[in-house]
C-alpha cells in the first residue's frame, strides 16, 4: 500500500529558531500533499494544500510567512515553522494524495522551549 | 463551516465486548463520511467510508452507516479484539475518496483488555 513518511519524528528546538519537517511519499508520486496540525484532545485541522511546483494554498488563519511550504518534488514536501514559538508546539501530519485517497504520515511532534 | 463531533474518550472495554463510538455532523453539502484509524506509532489509515444517505461502509468486522436524517455515522464493532485498540477519527469531505480537505473530529481513544 501507499506509505508517506515524516522526518523527524519528534524535535525539541528553542525559541526563535526554525524547524523544518519533511514528508515522503515512499512508494508513489504525489502531485498533491497536505499539511494538519493537531492539538491535544483537538481535531486534525488543516492547514495548507501543498501542490508539486507552485505556491501552497493556506486555509484561514494560517500564517504562510510562519509556515513555510515547499513541494518541490513529486515526493517530498516540507514544512518550515520560522522564528518558532511555544504556541507552536503541536503535533504535525501530513498526508499525500494518490489515486483520489489520502495516505497519512505518522507525524511529527514539535516542543519549542 | 462543517464539522464532526464524536464521543470523547478513552473508551475502554474487554475483549468480545461491543463497540459503538458515536460521530455526528454538520455540512452544508452532502459529504462524504469516512473513519480513520491510527495505531500507536503509525499513521492514520482509511478504515471505512460512506459516500451517501443509508450507505454502510464496513472493513475489518466495523461498520458504519450514513443516516442523513440524524446526520450521524456512528462506528460500531460486534466484538473488539485487543490489537482494535487505537485512536479512531470520524472525517467528512465534499471529495468522495476524501482526496480534498478534510474535516475531522477530535479522536477516540479505544483500548481493549483482555
Same mark, same amino acid.
Given at each position: 500500500? +501507499?506509505?508517506?513518511s515524516q522526518?523527524?519524528?519528534?524535535?525539541?528546538?528553542k525559541?526563535?529558531? #526554525?524547524?523544518?519537517?519533511?514528508?515522503?511519499?515512499l512508494?508513489?508520486? *504525489?502531485?498533491t500533499?497536505?499539511?494538519?496540525?493537531?492539538?491535544p484532545k483537538?481535531s486534525l485541522?488543516?492547514? *495548507?494544500?501543498?501542490?508539486?511546483?507552485?505556491?501552497a494554498?493556506y486555509?484561514? !488563519?494560517?500564517?504562510?510567512?510562519?509556515?513555510?511550504?515547499n513541494? *518541490?518534488s513529486l515526493?517530498?514536501?516540507?514544512l518550515?515553522?520560522t522564528? +518558532?514559538?511555544?504556541e507552536?508546539s503541536?503535533f504535525?501530519?501530513? #498526508? *499525500?494524495?494518490?489515486? !483520489?485517497?489520502q495516505?497519512? !504520515?505518522? !507525524?511529527?511532534?514539535l516542543?519549542?522551549? | 463551516?462543517?464539522? $464532526?463531533?464524536?464521543?470523547?474518550?478513552?473508551? %475502554?472495554?474487554?475483549?468480545?465486548?461491543?463497540?459503538t463510538?458515536?460521530c %455526528?455532523?454538520?455540512a %452544508?453539502?452532502?459529504p462524504s463520511?469516512?473513519?480513520?484509524?491510527?495505531?500507536?506509532?503509525?499513521g492514520l489509515?482509511?478504515?471505512l467510508?460512506?459516500?451517501?444517505a443509508?450507505d454502510?461502509?464496513?472493513?475489518?468486522?466495523?461498520?458504519?452507516?450514513y443516516?442523513k436524517?440524524t446526520?450521524?455515522?456512528?462506528?460500531?464493532?460486534?466484538?473488539?479484539?485487543?490489537?482494535d485498540?487505537a485512536?479512531?477519527?470520524?472525517?467528512?469531505? $465534499?471529495?468522495?475518496?476524501?482526496g480534498?480537505?478534510?474535516?475531522f473530529?477530535?479522536?477516540?481513544?479505544?483500548?481493549?483488555?483482555?
Amino acid at each position: 500500500g +501507499a506509505v508517506v513518511s515524516q522526518h523527524p519524528s519528534w524535535v525539541i528546538c528553542k525559541s526563535g529558531t #526554525s524547524v523544518k519537517i519533511e514528508c515522503r511519499s515512499l512508494d508513489f508520486q *504525489a502531485t498533491t500533499m497536505f499539511w494538519y496540525r493537531q492539538f491535544p484532545k483537538q481535531s486534525l485541522m488543516l492547514m *495548507a494544500t501543498s501542490n508539486e511546483g507552485s505556491k501552497a494554498t493556506y486555509e484561514q !488563519g494560517v500564517e504562510k510567512d510562519k509556515f513555510l511550504i515547499n513541494h *518541490a518534488s513529486l515526493t517530498l514536501s516540507t514544512l518550515t515553522v520560522t522564528s +518558532a514559538h511555544p504556541e507552536d508546539s503541536s503535533f504535525y501530519i501530513c #498526508s *499525500a494524495r494518490d489515486s !483520489g485517497t489520502q495516505y497519512f !504520515g505518522p !507525524g511529527t511532534r514539535l516542543l519549542v522551549l | 463551516g462543517d464539522s $464532526v463531533t464524536q464521543m470523547e474518550g478513552p473508551v %475502554t472495554l474487554s475483549e468480545e465486548a461491543f463497540l459503538t463510538i458515536n460521530c %455526528t455532523y454538520t455540512a %452544508t453539502g452532502y459529504p462524504s463520511l469516512f473513519w480513520y484509524v491510527q495505531y500507536p506509532g503509525e499513521g492514520l489509515q482509511l478504515l471505512l467510508k460512506a459516500t451517501k444517505a443509508d450507505d454502510k461502509g464496513s472493513n475489518k468486522g466495523f461498520e458504519a452507516t450514513y443516516r442523513k436524517e440524524t446526520t450521524s455515522f456512528h462506528l460500531e464493532k460486534g466484538s473488539v479484539q485487543v490489537s482494535d485498540s487505537a485512536v479512531y477519527f470520524c472525517a467528512l469531505s $465534499v471529495s468522495p475518496e476524501g482526496g480534498n480537505k478534510l474535516v475531522f473530529g477530535a479522536g477516540t481513544i479505544l483500548r481493549v483488555k483482555s
